[in-house]
T-cell receptor
């Protein structure tokens, strides 16, 4: 049973518009969440995180929103750029879990001119 | 800065062969992990370590062994390779339990 789900395998967005990537989780013990970006033939790189004491975290063009009651988080990229084209992984962890991150299956974002 | 270094980048094994995937980090991180990435399944945790001499199992540990004799190194051993172990393997390290992990570039393993 997948504890972290990214139900959209792919997303296509026009340059300059908003990209919204979604993630759902089932384990109530998760209290911190991260987004990673992955280009082909490279390892994932950390993008942005949020802890359960917040409902929003912003870093430049990237904003993560957390809805604990719905067990849902989303990553907003505004404005989207062609260089944002990559696979985005949502990950969740529980405090005291020794960094045992559980990853979603990923969403492939394509930003076209 | 080297960060997390994995070797080799590519490997082809025959069923039944054994091999060790190497992982080294130069950031003095206590926490290190091994993940495998398979299509449609994201990254799944194989084994992890919270410090030298301490290791534990993740979600999919069967068929793999690890050890952590130093802070820097965290090798992953395949004892008897099987086609089901064909995957891309990533090593990661982090400063402590709730901070972001830094990943290596991955090892693409094919077992025939």
């Amino acid at each position: 049973d997948q504890q972290v789900k990214q139900n959209s395998p792919s997303l296509s967005v026009q340059e300059g518009r908003i990209s919204i990537l979604n993630c759902d989780y089932t384990n109530s013990m998760f209290d911190y969440f991260l987004w990673y970006k992955k280009y082909p033939a490279e390892g994932p790189t950390f993008l942005i995180s949020i802890s359960s004491i917040k409902d929003k975290n912003e870093d430049g063009r990237f904003t993560v929103f957390l809805n604990k009651s719905a067990k849902h988080l989303s990553l907003h990229i505004v404005p989207s750029q062609p260089g944002d084209s990559a696979v985005y992984f949502c990950a969740a962890g529980a405090s005291g879990g020794y960094n045992k991150l559980i990853f979603g299956a990923g969403t492939r974002l394509a930003v076209h001119p | 800065n080297a960060g997390v270094t994995q070797t080799p980048k590519f490997q082809v094994l025959k069923t039944g062969q054994s091999m060790t995937l190497q992982c080294a980090q130069d950031m003095n991180h206590e926490y290190m992990s091994w993940y495998r990435q398979d299509p449609g399944m994201g990254l799944r945790l194989i084994h992890y370590s919270v410090g030298a001499g301490i290791t534990d199992q993740g979600e999919v540990p069967n068929g793999y062994n690890v050890s952590r004799s130093t802070t820097e190194d965290f090798p992953l051993r395949l004892l008897s390779a099987a086609p089901s172990q064909t995957s891309v393997y990533f090593c990661a390290s982090s400063r402590d339990r709730n901070t972001e992990a830094f990943f290596g570039q991955g090892t693409r393993l094919t077992v025939v």
